[in-house]
């Protein structure tokens, strides 16, 4: 595009360039052309000096003061468009409160290993003396020394089972004779506060057990002695759960009491045979959320009362075990026989 020599010189006037023009030079509008010459056709109409694009830089930019505020509406348009595509302004975004730490952490029982914690209990009481029966499991002619018993409870981070369900606490209960105490039975609780605690609490939990053991459990020869035998073999670790004898509580007391009360859970038979009733018992279905919840670094306050409720349930085991050994040799007994006397005939 090109321009006459007379607009070229407009334009630097009013740029303010002192050097195209010369000091001689009159101020005022510029001489009309010759009338012999032709006229350009930028040179038809010279624009207005107030509406040259040189004016609008002197006034917009070069005399506007710095830090004038946008006004309103561009303002209120702006934070609507980057509402809109999802930007965030840099320092715009409300400070999130930081998140408050946990106080209370602390775990009952003592650290053995680390992450791995044993709490041990006892509760004095007469400890049977002769071999039990095990007519109520159906076993006519077998008998149990009670040192051998070992009731035992897992609690699990969920029901499915497979390789992903591990236990994070293991209880145990069996009769013991303690020299200070004296006889009673004896509750043993493992359980661990990080995942690389699990093999150190199986290999404690082996160390209980012996070529004697007998295994007492609800529902664990179903449940619990697999998922453990799961645990012990992906830890690598010698399987010696399945070589001992295993009595599941829950056969007999189901072929006694189905149809008797409302289920046959180990809540309900407890409640309804042994007349226990448990105060601010955590359910069984919130012990995984009370583990995971520490693990992330939230309080230990639902963890120490699932610690409570594995108490109870292997003390129930021993309870609930003693009671069908009872009623099984009660009802193995034969009603007396009424003889009449001999009447002179």
Not at 65 to 79: C, H, I, L
Request: proline content about 8%; aromatic content about 6%; glycine content about 8%.
């Amino acid at each position: 595009m090109s321009l006459s020599l007379d607009k070229l010189r407009l334009l630097r006037r009013q740029a303010g360039d002192a050097k195209a023009v010369a000091p001689s030079a009159p101020a005022g509008p510029l001489p009309e052309p010759a009338p012999g010459l032709p006229t350009a056709a930028n040179d038809a109409k010279q624009p207005d000096a107030a509406r040259s694009v040189f004016a609008w830089v002197e006034k917009e930019i070069r005399h506007k003061p710095t830090g004038v505020a946008a006004a309103p509406r561009q303002v209120a348009d702006a934070k609507g468009l980057r509402r809109l595509l999802g930007v965030r302004e840099r320092g715009s975004e409300t400070p999130q409160a930081p998140r408050a730490r946990a106080q209370d952490r602390s775990l009952p029982g003592t650290e053995i290993a680390p992450g791995l914690h044993l709490i041990e209990s006892f509760l004095p009481g007469d400890v049977p003396s002769a071999p039990l029966s095990l007519a109520f499991a159906k076993r006519e002619q077998q008998h149990v020394a009670p040192q051998d018993l070992l009731f035992f409870d897992t609690e699990t981070t969920g029901l499915a089972g497979g390789t992903g369900t591990r236990a994070f606490m293991i209880g145990a209960a069996d009769w013991h004779q303690d020299p200070s105490r004296g006889p009673g039975l004896r509750i043993r609780q493992l359980m661990i506060s990080t995942m690389a605690a699990e093999t150190a609490m199986l290999r404690t939990f082996t160390s209980w057990l012996g070529s004697t053991t007998v295994f007492s459990s609800y529902n664990g020869r179903s449940y619990d002695a697999p998922l453990l035998k799961t645990r012990y073999r992906l830890a690598r670790q010698g399987d010696p759960i399945t070589a001992l004898d295993h009595i599941d509580l829950l056969y007999p007391t189901r072929r006694r009491y189905r149809g008797v009360w409302e289920n046959c859970r180990l809540a309900t038979i407890e409640r309804q045979l042994l007349k226990v009733v448990r105060e601010d018992d955590l359910p069984g279905s919130e012990a995984p959320s009370a583990w995971l919840r520490y693990l992330r670094g939230g309080d230990a306050v639902n963890l120490r009362r699932v610690v409570e409720h594995n108490h109870q349930d292997v003390v129930t085991l021993a309870q609930l075990f003693l009671t069908l050994v009872e009623q099984q040799a009660q009802a193995d007994v034969p009603p007396p026989v009424n003889c009449l006397p001999l009447q002179a005939g």
